[in-house]
DNA sequence: ACAACCTACAACCATATGGTTGTAGGTTGT
DNA sequence: ACAACCTACAACCATATGGTTGTAGGTTGT
């Protein structure tokens, strides 16, 4: 945390958008299989291939995928590091709730009297 | 699988589409931290009670968080099993990685010759 | 009874999104 | 040299999205 929050923000908000579509979904499955060119994955859909090639770009500008270029063609390859760092997030929002577990806890073991444990922070 | 495999992607687009915004992520860290009233959250934010009313919708929507009333109030609740299905998807993700990398190894033993290991699948 | 409060939703608006076709330019193989 | 191929991007279009204000109806407390 440097001192650009509000980039990771951004960058958590490409990533989930990116994931946020089955075609985009299905090419970073394929990526991180192994390398394909933009025509390669093109072939598989029922779309253009500017359809394909603009996923691929959002799927790119997420950091999602990389690509390098080897002659005429394009190879997208998926970036496992990105995927896990979205994992982490969901992990941090996890812990959120962890947190509410324990405070819920601590509260039953301070008041023992408390019959059903109605949870109503505020 | 019993059979809506589509549905299935349906759900994945709505939970990382819900998750693409930078509100409704703290939206749901408030709630996985606790039960809050829609109003409550939406003093929290620089935006009018109705657009924080429809987040909360879009949450809900995607099975990220559940509402129950109380009177005049919906109490709104993250719900971390939810959060931990779109842990999975992504989890499956990395395994698709793994076994990228499981086929490159498998290639290198059974050609020790190479040597540069260029991965290249088509 | 009634004012204050909370929620839900309709109607509307500007912009983003996912798709299309068309054009241009670099690469490859014969 | 040149046809075939691959990529990139512009221009366009219908629809989705994130925001707004306004209205209506149930709940609460005095």
Redesign the pocket.
Known sequence: MTHGDHQDEDRA?AMF??L??R??RDILRRVLAGE???????AS??????????????LERAGLIT?R????????SGDVEAVRSVGSMLTELEAVWRGRIARIDDLIAQDPASSHPTERTE
């Open positions: 908000d958008h990116a946020a579509d075609t985009r394909h060119s933009v025509s390669a994955l093109a859909y029922d779309m253009s291939f500017a359809a394909v090639q603009k996923h691929v770009a959002v690509k270029r080897t002659g005429r063609e394009a190879l997208a």
